[in-house]
């Protein structure tokens, strides 16, 4: 029998059993693809590992800097409401004393059991008030006796009037407007005069 021959006789006999422990061959899917790593060049590795790296650094700083600003933020906002609260107990103080004059004219009106004390206390605390508002800015508009503008007063009725003069002009201020530097704080509430044809 040639050489040829034989190994075609063992071939069938020859076999190979693996008696590891830890591999079952039979489990394992044949069809499955296998998953290969791509391999590089040292210095290729070397740098993706630090590239890893600096990403890792890059997240941990960029969170701590995300911390930082939150911090930043809220010790601003602390900061802010407290400012805030400040400035309200500034505002309402004159408030108190206008207050208090009012309490005073009610209690004097009381003892002297007479109105004109009462309107003159009224009359002197609104004079109070008044300079307190100019104190911070608060003054009245004027709109009396001047041409209509509808962006500081409000048109709340319509006067008859004979005079040419007074034909679109306001006649009757039935609740003044408020200004606070340029900034209109309240409309004026305004009849406005119209020539009668």
Known sequence: MSDREQLEAD????????RRKFVNLEAID???PVETKPRYPSYVEELQGR???MEK???EKTAQVNDEIARTRARLEEDFDRKLELEKGKLVLPFLEVLDNLERAMAA??????????????RLTADLFRAKLQAIGVTPVPSLGLPFDPNSALAVGIVPVSDPDHDGVVVEELQTGYA??????????????????
């Open 11 to 18: 071939r069938g006999k020859f076999q190979v059993v693996d």
């Open 30 to 32: 044949k069809a499955a």
């Open 51 to 53: 590239m890893e790296e």
């Open 57 to 59: 650094r890059f997240k």
């Open 109 to 122: 009106a009381a003892h002297a059991g007479s109105v004109d004390h009462l309107l003159e206390g009224v």
């Open 180 to 197: 606070m530097g340029e900034q209109l704080v309240r409309q004026a509430q305004v009849r406005v005069g119209r020539l009668e044809k």
